[in-house]
Antibody
Framework: EVQLVESGGGLIQPGGSLRLSCVASGFTVSSNYMSWVRQAPGKGLEWVSVVYSGGSTYYADSVKGRFTISRDNSKNTLYLQMNSLRAEDTAVYYC????????????WGQGTLVTVSS | DIQMTQSPSTLSASVGDRVTITCRASQSISSWLAWYQQKPGKAPKLLIYKASSLESGVPSRFSGSGSGTEFTLTISSLQPDDFATYYCQQYNSLWTFGQGTKVEIK
């Protein structure tokens, strides 16, 4: 059974850093395109970042230079390192799988809440 | 960047109604469009991909159409479980979501 479980969210002060994790089961992270998508409270969905199966990475302009996506193939885990956090980064962060590459997201995690506030 | 615009933002409907949601892309995306359903506190669920292909397990009352820049999601007969927020997503160039359409009880 395919499953994605995020962790690492919490309350962090502006300017701080946080690393989110997404543990996958039932499939191999490195064989898929894996993305992070966020949703601010009461707002819509925003794609944040992707790591392709080949290792290329891309970011939304809103996080470029501050966030870094990575994966640990031995742990079948996806990460999002978030630095220089701002209040507007407050959101539920979901990891999501694109099974075929440049396709929609067929599986999502349950999300982890990041709150940036002093 | 490709922008996606959904309409309406909110839709009030009754059980049994036929419901249509529109999504427009700022440039042609061919048929690289998906629709998701999201309920409060839950992750989005993929309903339709490639504009009109039904994801496995999704009821046939959901259908999608369109190509280029204009797309629609139709629910042929609204059921109690369908009250939720719906998002379109383009995947022609990375990924972009529409702002969402909330389908609420009339």
């Amino acid at each position: 059974e395919v499953q994605l479980v995020e962790s690492g969210g919490g309350l962090i002060q502006p300017g701080g850093s946080l690393r989110l994790s997404c543990v996958a089961s039932g499939f191999t992270v490195s064989s898929n395109y894996m993305s992070w998508v966020r949703q601010a409270p009461g707002k819509g969905l925003e794609w944040v970042s992707v790591v392709y199966s080949g290792g290329s990475t891309y970011y939304a302009d809103s996080v470029k230079g501050r966030f870094t996506i990575s994966r640990d193939n031995s742990k079948n885990t996806l990460y999002l390192q978030m630095n220089s956090l701002r209040a507007e980064d407050t959101a539920v962060y979901y990891c999501a799988r694109d099974n075929y590459g440049n396709n929609p997201f067929d599986f999502w995690g349950q999300g982890t809440l990041v709150t940036v506030s002093s | 960047d490709i922008q996606m615009t959904q309409s309406p933002s909110t839709l009030s409907a009754s059980v049994g109604d036929r419901v249509t949601i529109t999504c427009r892309a700022s440039q042609s995306i061919s048929s690289w469009l998906a629709w998701y359903q999201q309920k409060p506190g839950k992750a989005p669920k993929l309903l339709i991909y490639k504009a009109s292909s039904l994801e496995s397990g999704v009821p046939s009352r959901f259908s999608g159409s369109g190509s280029g820049t204009e797309f629609t999601l139709t629910i042929s007969s609204l059921q109690p479980d369908d009250f939720a927020t719906y998002y379109c997503q383009q995947y022609n160039s990375l990924w972009t979501f529409g702002q969402g359409t909330k389908v609420e009880i009339k």
